[in-house]
């Protein structure tokens, strides 16, 4: 573990998340990982245990795919793909009996190749209240009114090569962000929400692969920076204009966490085995040497979920459940423990109630976890699922209640 002088202020989460659920209140989980994009839940009375007896209804999902549940109101919108990839499907579902509202569908006619672990849709809706967009990769970028009316629908490339998309749209003031990342040319790209039109487009360097990771707005003081992971490194882009405003190089490649914002810091982890390390944002050009607060080996293998933060504890677990904590501020290693559920682990956890919950590939079995300096499992949590049913998009706790998503499958939890 390596460590320079900056001293990140201890909060225990940024302004900016506080502000966004004064506003909004969790009665609507608006995007990828609930609405500041960071996977905490700031509303008490979550539920921490529950079994196939607290699942109060699940209902089945046209086509497949790996988005997570968003919500408002009473809506929740999810993505679905037919097998060959060339049908998209958009649909809306009322949260209190999963009743299908509306579906949309949309024609691909050059479908993308996915990874395995992939789908065909797995990038998250965003929703401002008025319109919710949804993502598909090469079947284009669309806009609907929360009645399922179409507003406008964009192509934003071909997105070649092996690997599928996954970045998530983020809606940050009239604008909706996507991260175009591929196997070729790549972009960051904000769009007019109400119109479609592009209003700036930045170039990224993430040859020779692409990247999955979705952008995350952080506000350091009176400044706010869009962050993203990617191939080399965590990048910040000024969201009004575009503009690259630092970049800090990662310790090996497949950038799909999303990093962690707490503490001052960005909390940052790649998709192959490499560091964890921490940066001081804030910064222009190159920031490695200047800002990067610490870095700490991690073990374990790949990672694909995203890190978590509960206090002053980060908390990191790889593909084959190997959870990893450490201290904020230092990157001190408190404890290194698998989780004690077989299996793999792709979907990033959310937090509630000072607790991280993490959910299994294959059954979809959730480990919550007490994050401190000794490793607490509080419990393993079983909805009923078959073993050989798969669980990659994360959990959404949208009023009081905990929504699961499967390939195919919604599942409402209660107490």
């Known amino acids: 573990m390596k460590s320079n002088r900056c001293s990140p202020s201890r909060l225990f989460l940024p302004i900016y998340i506080c502000l966004f659920f004064s506003s909004y209140g969790e009665e609507h989980w608006s995007q990828f990982r609930g609405p500041g994009g960071m996977g905490h839940s700031l509303v008490g009375g979550i539920p921490l245990k529950w079994s196939s007896e607290s699942v109060v209804w699940k209902v089945p999902l046209k086509g497949k795919g790996q988005s997570s549940p968003v919500s ?5 919108f999810l993505t679905g793909g037919s097998d060959n990839g060339r049908e998209r499907y958009l649909y809306c579902l009322d949260s209190r009996n999963g009743k299908l509202l509306w579906s949309r569908t949309i024609a691909c006619s050059s479908p993308e190749r996915p990874h395995r672990m992939n789908s065909y849709a797995t990038p998250t809706c965003a929703t401002d209240g008025e319109r919710v967009v949804a993502f598909f ?18 192509q934003l490339g071909d997105f070649p090569g092996p690997w599928g998309v996954a970045a998530s749209p983020v809606i940050v003031d009239n604008m909706v962000v996507q991260n175009c990342d591929a196997e070729g040319a790549s972009s960051l790209v904000a769009l007019d929400l109400s119109s479609g039109e592009v209003l700036w487009k930045t170039a990224r360097k993430n040859k020779p692969r692409g990247g999955w990771s979705t952008p995350v707005l952080i506000e350091t003081g009176a400044k706010r920076e869009l962050v993203l992971n990617g191939e080399f490194g965590v990048r910040a882009y000024d969201p009004a204009k ?9 310790f090996n490649g497949r950038g799909s966490p999303i990093p962690a914002f707490s503490n001052g810091l960005l909390y940052v982890v790649n998709g192959k085995p490499g560091d964890t390390y921490a940066v001081k944002p804030g910064g222009s050009g190159n920031v490695t040497k200047s800002r990067m607060a610490w870095h700490a080996p991690r073990r374990g293998g790949r990672d694909l979920p995203s890190p978590a933060v509960v206090g002053d504890f980060l908390v990191v677990v790889s593909m084959s459940g190997l959870a990893t904590c450490y201290d904020t501020g230092s990157g001190k290693i408190h404890w290194q423990q698998n989780l004690g559920l077989k299996g793999e682990y792709a979907a990033a956890p959310i937090v ?3 607790h991280i919950l993490i959910q299994s590939v294959y059954g979809g079995k959730t480990v919550v976890l007490k994050p401190g300096k000794r490793f607490e499992v509080v419990g393993i949590n079983d909805l009923g699922a078959e073993v050989d049913e798969i669980f990659r998009a994360c959990l959404a706790p949208i009023q009081g209640k905990i929504y699961a998503r499967s390939l195919s499958m919604l599942y409402r939890i209660e107490r």
């Open 352 to 354: 509630a109630d000072g």
């Open 242 to 250: 575009g503009r690259e405003l630092w970049f800090c190089e990662g």
């Open 137 to 154: 990769g090469p079947a284009g970028l669309h806009c609907y009114t929360l009645e399922g009316e179409k507003i406008w629908s964009r």
């Open 72 to 76: 408002w109101g009473n809506k929740i």
